[in-house]
């Protein structure tokens, strides 16, 4: 599995920005995430999709502003960035989950270490 992170870039803040991932081989099933990391600091969470229903999750912090979703004829999974603000810059990486069964607690998808694959990610940068 490959995971491609396309859609970064400048913007100003209260701008928006739409992030997208691609994923190559074998994604069936897949729960498909959001993570960022700035320098020195650990990878946090920002969303999730499932493959079906969907089931989504997000960072509490960031309901509202975020908003994920998936094509899954596509492979792609988005992240629709809106009311942006500084301290949403940092580098965005896309990821993705083979478990089986998927998790019922919400918890597991918020964590790194819980997925298998992940994309090279791509810097989003708001000035203020």
């Known amino acids: 599995v490959q995971l491609q992170a396309y859609g970064g870039g400048l913007v100003q803040a209260g701008g928006s920005l739409t992030l997208s991932c691609v994923a190559s081989?074998?994604?069936?099933?897949?729960?498909m995430g959001w993570f960022r990391q700035t320098p020195g600091k650990e990878r946090e969470f920002v969303a999730a999709?499932?493959?079906?229903?969907?089931?989504?999750y997000y960072a509490d912090s960031l309901k509202g502003r975020f908003t994920i979703s998936r094509d899954n004829a596509k492979n792609t999974v988005y992240l629709q960035m809106t009311n942006l603000k500084p301290e949403d810059t940092a580098v965005y990486y896309c990821?993705?989950?083979?478990?089986?069964?998927?998790?019922?607690?919400?918890?597991?998808?918020?964590?790194?270490?819980?997925?298998?694959?992940w994309g090279q990610g791509t810097q989003v940068t708001v000035s203020s």
């Open positions: 999709v499932s493959w079906s229903g969907p089931r989504l």
């Open positions: 081989g074998r994604t069936f099933a897949s729960t």
């Open positions: 990821a993705l989950d083979t478990s089986r069964p998927v998790y019922t607690n919400s918890y597991y998808y918020t964590v790194p270490t819980t997925y298998d694959y």
